[in-house]
């Protein structure tokens, strides 16, 4: 069965410090790849998305950038965090219409 | 950019009685599905429902969906205490790698 790993659960960063979430995906190949981030009380905002290797498309300008190294591996990264970077980031993968999430990781840039 | 919008934001009703949520959206879609989000976690797919379809059962889940007046509605049936998360639709983007557009969700208090 497929699975999603996403790591840490919580992070806690200072600002101007950098970052690194990383996301995989266990029992499918060549799976479409989201990082969205949900602002408290919000919805989800789309940042990245990806088909395949080294193919990554951002979704809106902003301080953080997203690679795809191997085919089940995505990676979030900053290389100086803002206070505006803080919340809630998730991982998802998807097949046939459905997305499978990840736990989540809350980000909080003190 | 988000394009389904969850009505009402906040419901609260007591075990036993149905839990109904609206989500609106603007533009044309292949299906509309509905998730789950407990507090702090990630969100678990529900139930999906192709444009050409009108209603659709899962359990106590039932949805419907009306392409005309660009609406669903999600009815949870004799609610229980475990019901209580956030509840978000979702429609699907086709320019985006089939990523998801998401409203701000419906909160569920289901109180014993």
């Known amino acids: 069965s497929q699975t999603i790993h996403q790591w840490p659960a919580t992070l806690v960063q200072p600002v101007g410090s950098p970052l690194s979430l990383e996301c995989t995906v266990e029992?499918?190949?060549?799976?479409?790849l989201y990082w969205y981030r949900q602002a408290a009380g919000r919805g989800l905002q789309l940042l990245f998305y990806?088909?395949?290797?080294?193919?990554i498309s951002s979704e809106v300008p902003q301080n953080l950038s997203a690679s795809r190294p191997q085919d089940r591996q995505f990676i979030l990264s900053s290389k100086k965090l803002l206070l505006s970077d803080s919340g809630f980031y998730l991982c998802?993968?998807?097949?046939?219409?459905?997305?499978?999430f990840g736990q989540g990781t809350r980000l909080t840039v003190v | 950019s988000q394009q389904g919008e969850e009505d009402p934001q906040a419901l609260s009703i007591q075990e036993g009685e149905n839990a109904t949520m609206n989500c609106s959206y603007k533009?044309?879609?292949?299906?509309l599905q509905w998730y789950r989000q407990n507090s702090g976690r990630g969100l678990v797919h529900l139930i999906l429902?192709?444009?050409?379809?009108r209603e659709k059962h899962s359990g106590r889940l039932r949805v419907t969906l009306d392409t005309s007046k660009k609406s669903s509605s999600l009815l949870i049936t004799a609610s229980r205490a475990a019901d209580t998360a956030s509840y978000f639709c979702?429609?699907?983007?086709?320019?985006?790698?089939?990523?998801?557009?998401f409203g701000k969700g419906t909160s569920l208090l289901v109180t014993p």
């Open positions: 998802a993968w998807s097949v046939q219409d459905r997305a499978f």
């Open positions: 029992g499918t190949s060549n799976p479409n």
């Open positions: 990806s088909i395949g290797i080294d193919q």
């Open positions: 533009t044309s879609i292949n299906n």
């Open positions: 429902i192709r444009s050409n379809e």
């Open positions: 979702a429609t699907d983007r086709w320019d985006s790698g089939y990523a998801l557009n």
